[in-house]
């Protein structure tokens, strides 16, 4: 394993905010550094111990379905990406913090919504149709199990949440409350757009994307863009097409290319001889596990972009 890094330390850009993962600088007024360490975050908690090459490998992946899904390739909507070189803003010193593992930004105005496609039955959205027979106000047929793949993909946004705190699901009505009727479609739609472009190509690769989020801001023009990150593990639920049927009908997870394993280890884990309640200072994390990890997302990044 290569060195790791939790968490950068420029000092010849202004620090904006540190993220669950990412670290923004200020380059000016209308750009953003965005560094992506190595810290990982679970339960929207970031545990203590990095997955080393994880910053790198989450860039590599965002850029490849930029390149992919925006004006480069499909062109389904405007993205963050400025086309400069993110080295070229930091002092030679602070380079090796930056290289592979920054997007140099546009400064965008983020929109205060997670715009959660999903395409199979998973992870809350599983616990919440077992409980109403619905995912934030989406109505689902009866009789779908764990891992079911849905008839279409249906939109499931969250309000964003402040590092620590928890997503909250919301239903798209409440959405149009905070954003309005016409931000609110669009996101919707371009976000079914963006998942049914990427998961019918992940197919090719035999991979599943069983769920994805997408985060959007307004330009100084008002243009709705596409930002932060997309489609990587951290973002996305990935499987492998090869053991879906199995584990499907086992009734079981389906092995994931994504941080959904360390989240298997902490729903075991205890503290103090008790199980984690999901709430900061997270268990420390096995040097295995670790390692795991970062095999998984070096796979999902292999397969999809080989």
Same mark, same amino acid.
């Given at each position: 394993m290569t060195a790791?890094?939790?968490?950068?330390?420029?000092?010849?850009?202004p620090l904006l905010a540190r993220g669950k993962v990412r670290d923004n600088y200020a380059v000016g007024a209308d %750009?953003?550094?965005?560094?992506?360490?190595?810290?990982?975050?679970a339960f929207d908690v970031i545990m203590g111990e990095p997955i080393p090459g994880k910053g790198a490998l989450l860039t590599q992946m965002a850029l490849f379905w930029f390149d992919k899904l925006g004006p480069k390739g499909q062109n389904i909507c405007p993205i963050h990406l400025t086309g400069d070189f993110p080295e070229s803003v #930091? /002092? *030679?010193?602070?380079? @090796?913090? #930056?290289?592979? %593992?920054?997007?140099?930004?546009?400064? !965008?105005?983020?929109?205060?919504? +997670?715009?959660? #496609?999903?395409?199979? !039955?998973?992870?809350?959205?599983?616990?919440?149709?077992?409980?109403?027979?619905? #995912?934030?106000?989406?109505?689902?047929?009866?009789?779908?199990? $764990?891992?079911?793949k849905l008839p279409e993909p249906?939109? /499931? *946004? &969250? &309000?964003?949440?402040?590092?620590?705190?928890?997503? +909250? $699901?919301?239903?798209?009505e409440q959405t149009v409350g905070m954003i309005g009727l016409? !931000?609110?479609? %669009?996101?919707?739609?371009?976000?079914? %757009?963006?998942?049914?472009?990427?998961?019918? =190509?992940?197919? /090719?690769?035999g991979v599943i994307?069983?769920? /994805?989020?997408?985060?959007?801001?307004?330009?100084?023009d008002g243009t709705l863009t596409l930002m932060d990150e997309v489609l990587t593990p951290d973002s996305s639920r990935f499987w492998p097409l090869e053991?879906? *049927?199995?584990?499907f009908n086992s009734g079981s997870n389906p092995p994931s290319y994504?941080?959904? =394993?360390?989240?298997?280890?902490?729903?075991?884990?205890?503290?103090?001889?008790? *199980?984690? $309640?999901?709430?900061? @200072?997270?268990p420390r994390v096995p040097t295995a596990v670790i390692a795991k990890t970062a095999a998984k997302y070096q796979e999902a990044l292999l397969r999809l972009t080989a």
């Open positions: 790791a890094l939790h968490t950068s330390m420029l000092t010849s850009l %750009r953003i550094l965005m560094v992506a360490s190595d810290r990982l975050s #930091v /002092t *030679p010193a602070e380079v @090796p913090q #930056v290289l592979g %593992r920054s997007m140099l930004v546009k400064r !965008l105005k983020p929109l205060p919504v +997670e715009a959660v #496609v999903r395409g199979y !039955l998973a992870g809350s959205g599983w616990k919440e149709y077992q409980a109403n027979s619905a #995912v934030c106000g989406v109505k689902l047929p009866p009789g779908l199990q $764990n891992a079911s249906i939109y /499931t *946004p &969250a &309000a964003k949440a402040a590092v620590g705190d928890h997503d +909250e $699901n919301i239903t798209f016409d !931000l609110a479609t %669009r996101i919707c739609d371009i976000s079914i %757009r963006l998942y049914l472009a990427a998961s019918e =190509f992940a197919l /090719t690769k994307i069983a769920d /994805t989020k997408f985060e959007f801001g307004l330009d100084a053991s879906y *049927p199995q584990s994504d941080k959904q =394993f360390v989240r298997d280890w902490l729903e075991q884990a205890l503290v103090d001889g008790k *199980p984690w $309640n999901k709430t900061p @200072p997270a």
